[in-house]
Nanobody
Framework: QVTLVESGGGLVQAGGSLRLSCAVS????????MHWFRQAPGKEREFVAA????????NYADSVKGRFTISRDNAKNTVYLQMNSLKPEDTAVYFC?????????????????WGKGTLVTVSS
């Protein structure tokens, strides 16, 4: 059984920063490709960022490139999303997800496990 628990969401002003964390249970965490998706009210869930098991290969949505950074600590079974220069359009529920195959997927159907999400609200 694999569980993912996100934390770190909250209310921040535009231009501010937040750091999301995702704690993962499971002995094979280090082999998973870890992802962050987000879903704004009335919109579909969209890809934000992902990182492969080694931590070397990453992928970002164009809308967050240069502002968000994904990282992982395999010793702590945790993945992070550092979000800087936040904009009101970043407001969404942010979900952590894992892909057991180890490769990166940019669509929700490709993910094996999901957390319940953490709300990020960016005020203007």
């Amino acid at each position: 059984q694999v569980t993912l628990v996100e934390s770190g969401g909250g209310l921040v002003q535009a231009g501010g920063s937040l750091r999301l964390s995702c704690a993962v249970s499971g002995r094979t965490f280090s082999s998973y490709a870890m992802h962050w998706f987000r879903q704004a009210p009335g919109k579909e869930r969209e890809f934000v960022a992902a990182i492969r098991w080694s931590g070397v290969t990453t992928n970002y949505a164009d809308s967050v490139k240069g502002r968000f950074t994904i990282s992982r600590d395999n010793a702590k079974n945790t993945v992070y999303l550092q979000m800087n220069s936040l904009k009101p359009e970043d407001t969404a529920v942010y979900f952590c997800a894992a892909r057991a195959l180890g490769t990166i997927a940019t669509v929700p159907n490709g993910l094996s496990y999901w957390g319940k999400g953490t709300l990020v609200t960016v005020s203007s």
